[in-house]
């Protein structure tokens, strides 16, 4: 009998991958449910940023597949079904900020009005006024927030976000907390990294902790600080790949 996987976003099953020499992910499996707020949780090095270009169908597997709404990854028609902010975000400098949003969102055959935008400014704290400037005289803070706001604005399924809270200080970070809470409500899939676990505490359905090029624990965040007998997920996580204090 045929099992139903319709339900799933994103599907990893026994995934092996290098990155050089090295071996980074081996036997990797777990899966993301469409609707679902997911964390990818691993010290750097471990293979996350590895792991995400499998999905975006950039990197090849040693072995293993990830499946994206029951597509491989590496079918290039999937890549409307992804769109992905990375951790070095450095858009064009030469654009002013509502032209790379609008660059953004016509990769996938999409156009967004001045006030879509400017509604995702203020959901930001970002004032809408700097859309009119050059990316160049963005600050860090102000130009991951730009990724924020192309990343969800391309109407994807599925928003892969690498970092997201880099650069931010903690209004900024709260305030990302909600968008990601309302593109959650519209039904879409976000899947995230992140070295700030209260955060991801606090925000994720589910979440995999990858060490030693291995899953050491796949589940809610409730059950990995149940399972460690922690109160906070930070000091879970560095049980569970055994560098607690």
Same mark, same amino acid.
């Given at each position: 009998?045929?099992?139903?996987?319709?339900?799933? =976003?994103?599907?990893?099953?026994?995934?092996? *991958?290098?990155?050089?020499? %090295?071996?980074?992910? +081996?036997?990797?499996? #777990? !899966?993301?449910?469409?609707?679902?707020?997911?964390?990818?949780?691993?010290?750097?090095?471990?293979?996350? @940023?590895?792991?995400?270009?499998?999905?975006?169908?950039?990197?090849?597997?040693?072995?293993?597949?990830?499946?994206?709404?029951?597509?491989?990854?590496?079918?290039? !028609?999937?890549?409307?079904?992804?769109?992905?902010? /990375?951790?070095? #975000?450095?858009? /064009?400098?030469?654009?002013?900020?509502?032209?790379?949003?609008?660059?953004?969102?016509?990769?996938?055959?999409?156009?967004?009005? $001045?006030?879509?935008?400017? +509604? =995702?400014?203020?959901?930001? *704290?970002? &004032? /809408?006024?700097?859309?009119?400037? %050059?990316?160049?005289?963005?600050?860090?803070?102000?130009?991951? %927030?730009?990724?924020?706001?192309? @990343?969800?604005? @391309?109407?994807?399924?599925?928003?892969?976000?690498?970092? /997201?809270? !880099?650069?931010?200080?903690?209004?900024?970070?709260?305030?990302? %907390?909600?968008? $990601?809470?309302?593109?959650?409500? +519209?039904?879409?899939?976000?899947?995230?990294?992140?070295?700030?676990?209260?955060?991801?505490?606090?925000?994720?359905?589910?979440?995999?902790?990858? &060490?030693?090029?291995?899953?050491? #624990?796949?589940?809610?965040?409730?059950?990995?600080?149940?399972?460690?007998?922690?109160?906070?997920?930070?000091?879970?996580? $560095?049980?569970?790949?055994?560098? *607690?204090?």
């Amino acid at each position: 009998m045929t099992q139903d996987n319709s339900h799933l =976003a994103l599907e990893v099953v026994d995934l092996a *991958a290098n990155y050089g020499a %090295k071996q980074v992910l +081996e036997g990797v499996c #777990f !899966s993301v449910e469409r609707g679902q707020t997911y964390g990818l949780i691993g010290l750097n090095g471990v293979g996350k @940023t590895t792991l995400i270009k499998i999905a975006l169908g950039l990197k090849n597997a040693k072995s293993g597949v990830v499946r994206v709404f029951g597509k491989q990854s590496s079918d290039a !028609s999937v890549r409307y079904d992804i769109s992905y902010l /990375p951790e070095r #975000f450095d858009p /064009p400098w030469f654009l002013k900020g509502g032209e790379f949003v609008q660059f953004a969102a016509s990769l996938y055959g999409r156009k967004v009005s $001045l006030s879509s935008m400017e +509604e =995702a400014c203020e959901k930001l *704290a970002l &004032d /809408p006024k700097v859309l009119k400037n %050059k990316v160049q005289t963005y600050s860090k803070g102000m130009r991951q %927030k730009l990724g924020l706001i192309a @990343t969800v604005l @391309t109407g994807s399924q599925i928003l892969i976000l690498d970092e /997201p809270m !880099s650069g931010l200080d903690p209004l900024a970070r709260s305030l990302v %907390k909600n968008l $990601l809470r309302s593109v959650k409500e +519209e039904g879409r899939t976000v899947i995230l990294s992140s070295h700030i676990l209260a955060d991801m505490d606090e925000i994720c359905d589910s979440v995999t902790v990858i &060490d030693s090029a291995r899953v050491q #624990f796949s589940g809610t965040p409730a059950n990995m600080k149940l399972q460690t007998q922690e109160q906070y997920l930070e000091k879970s996580f $560095l049980k569970i790949i055994g560098k *607690a204090a």
